[in-house]
């Protein structure tokens, strides 16, 4: 997820471009750079930097160079999928010319083609992106005699992926070209000023005329005037945007808190991760895997380390391993790894889980199962992080920035990206047979909009939680999958609640914990459809037995499980490997509305970080 922000028709274009991106730097900071047509010289401006936080304060150090009457301009801050965060990958990227600029939010799928096409006439590109095949494209379809704005239109119909873009060129220095398919975008004028943003957040200090583009739209920002169009060039009218809140709060999207929204992205966050790595034939491609298929043949046996919510995301993983790759799995607290002398060897594979690339008890695991021999790949959502950098291999999550400290999107984030990694597994170990490996992929890739469903019912969980706000015991139950999904419903609670949470797998409350089972407790199972789910019914009677308030996550129209339980979360039905994604939702969902319900800061838990970075 990267930040997008355009103005034209102001003497202070650069001052506008980096206020929008400090706005805008919750979304990417890798790297930050702008870009102004300076319309006297007939030429562009461009400053970019790769110093993470420190990125925007270069590009200010720099304005003393700016063209003294700027034209249109375009600002980015990254957050990198393709290539490291350099100034070389920085955006704007700018074609062969220097006139054309770019900048791109989203990804390119056939970006490789695209390249190899524009290599072979001649073309220099000088980035490892896929963004700036977008320059190049548009330059050509430029020198063809094509305006700035169809020359978008015309490239944009070779392009495959999600994407947001904004382009200037200097031979049109007033004008800006915008355009969006799936990656958020809007527009925005006033009677002497355009503006371009990725976030309503950016725009707000400039206008509050505001229109979101819908896919395959392409805008042309004027001074003062904005006419879009479709791909074929037929004019169309962009939706208004009615805003009625303030800057700081638009860039938490309309929410009252970044969990809130970090909750909502959370579909998108997994659409993110899948994009150009599933196909629905069961194809997989993870290109910064880096190791070959005959290294990951090779594998004899796998471990995920982790802590917190990402060790429980590594408990899915391995039961995704087992049973679509057939290899041997397990999955280890990173607290504790390092410290009981682990049997590793150059047969295992060892998976560690970081959101931040930084968490120092996975560090520290990470590098004591590279001296005891292992390979080590990092799943982690920060490019460029240090585990990122010492491990033999990266899976990398598209979730974004995540503020809130309680994770919500980026633990989703890398349950899709851990089972991509199984499902690969299972392709290049020849496990299972091509229709299985697609079935599976087709579940992979119907998340997001179950997702997006299980979402439309937010109401229906905040009102099943409010009925327990006051209580003071919960329980979280769950038989294979749903025994991670309940130690994450669990730790959600505690984090955010302050209230005691503890979780078991079902089965095991008969061997003590049944003891602490008295009226006005409350437990939470995890009930939806397995070949275990009269099992998982069995521990449910059990509990109400001895007169405890029984909450069920369970699949949508199940109207036996809704009768045996006080209250019932539905979520939509998915294959049972793939229900952790959905059904650890809700639970975020009942942690937040209890921990609201008791005046607690959502988005900082009292005695919480967000990267824990001290042993």
């Known amino acids: 997820m990267c930040g997008i922000i355009g103005v034209t028709g102001t003497p202070d274009a650069c001052e506008v471009l980096l206020a929008g991106l400090e706005l805008l730097e919750y979304r990417g900071y890798d790297s930050a750079g702008i870009v102004v047509a300076d319309p006297e010289a007939g030429t562009l401006w461009r400053a970019r930097a790769a110093e993470r936080a420190g990125s925007i304060q270069r590009l200010r150090d720099r304005l003393d160079e700016v063209p003294a009457t700027p034209g249109a301009g375009v ?19 700018i074609d062969c010319t220097g006139r054309v600029a770019i900048v791109h939010n989203g990804i390119i799928e056939n970006y490789r083609d695209l390249a190899a096409r524009l290599d072979a006439t001649g073309h220099k590109r000088t980035s490892a992106t896929d963004t700036e095949v977008l320059a190049h494209l548009i330059e050509d379809e430029v020198e063809a005699g094509a305006s700035l704005g169809e020359a978008v239109r015309r490239c944009l119909r070779a392009v495959r992926g999600d994407f947001a873009i904004a382009a200037v060129h200097a031979a049109e220095p007033d004008l800006l070209v915008a355009a969006r398919r799936t990656s958020p975008l809007i527009v925005g004028k006033t009677e002497t000023v355009g503006v371009v943003a990725s976030d309503v957040a950016a725009a707000l200090a400039t206008t509050r005329e505001l229109y979101a583009l819908d896919d395959d739209q392409v805008a042309e920002v004027r001074p003062g005037a904005i006419v879009v169009y479709d791909l074929d060039g037929v004019r169309v009218e962009p939706t208004r945007i009615e805003v009625a809140w303030g800057v700081r709060r638009a860039m938490k999207g309309g929410y009252p808190d970044f969990m809130s929204k970090e909750i909502h992205e959370q579909p998108q966050a997994v659409r993110d991760t899948l994009l150009g790595r599933i196909g629905s034939d069961g194809s997989t491609e993870i290109e910064e895997l880096a190791l070959s298929d005959e290294e990951l043949r090779a594998v004899r ?3 995920f380390v982790a802590c917190g919510s990402s060790y429980h995301a590594g408990l899915v993983a391995r039961q995704a391993i087992e049973r679509w790759a057939g290899v041997a799995a397990e999955a280890e ?3 504790e790894f390092r410290y009981r002398q682990p049997v590793l060897d150059d047969g295992t594979l060892v998976v560690v889980i970081s959101q931040s690339g930084e968490t120092v008890d996975t560090l520290h695991a990470m590098r004591e199962a590279r001296r005891r021999g292992a390979r080590v790949v990092a799943l982690t959502n920060v490019v460029d992080s240090v585990m990122s950098r010492e491990a033999d291999g990266v899976l990398y999550t598209r979730a974004g920035p995540e503020i809130g400290v309680a994770s919500t999107k980026c633990h989703l984030a890398q349950l899709a990206m851990l089972e991509t990694f199984a499902l690969h597994l299972a392709r290049v170990r020849g496990a299972l ?4 490996l697609a079935g599976i992929a087709g579940a992979l890739l119907s998340l997001p909009d179950a997702l997006q469903a299980t979402l439309a019912r937010a109401d229906e969980f905040a009102a099943v939680a409010e009925r327990f706000a006051e209580v003071e015991d919960f329980y979280f139950l769950g038989r294979r999958t749903g025994f991670p999904v309940a130690l994450e419903g669990a730790l959600k609670l505690k984090e955010l609640a302050y209230v005691r949470a503890e979780a078991y797998p079902a089965g095991e409350m008969k061997h003590g914990p049944i003891s602490l089972i008295e009226p006005g407790a409350v437990v939470v199972v995890i009930a939806t459809r397995s070949s275990l789910w009269e099992k998982v019914m069995g521990n449910v009677e059990e509990m109400r037995a001895r007169g405890a308030s029984v909450v069920a996550v369970a699949d949508e129209g199940d109207d036996e499980t809704a009768g045996l339980v006080d209250a019932v979360l539905e979520v939509p039905s998915v294959i049972e490997l793939c229900s952790p994604v959905v059904n650890v939702v809700p639970l975020q969902s009942f942690a937040y509305t209890v921990a609201r319900a ?5 988005d900082r838990p009292r005695n919480l970080a967000k990267v824990v970075t001290v042993e």
């Open 598 to 602: 008791r005046g607690n800061d959502v």
């Open 333 to 335: 607290v990173a607290s």
């Open 75 to 93: 600002g980015h801050t990254r957050w990198a999928t393709h290539g490291p965060p350099t100034d070389a990958n920085a955006h704007p990227h």
């Open 301 to 303: 046996r796998l471990v």
């Open 433 to 436: 047979a091509g229709d299985e």
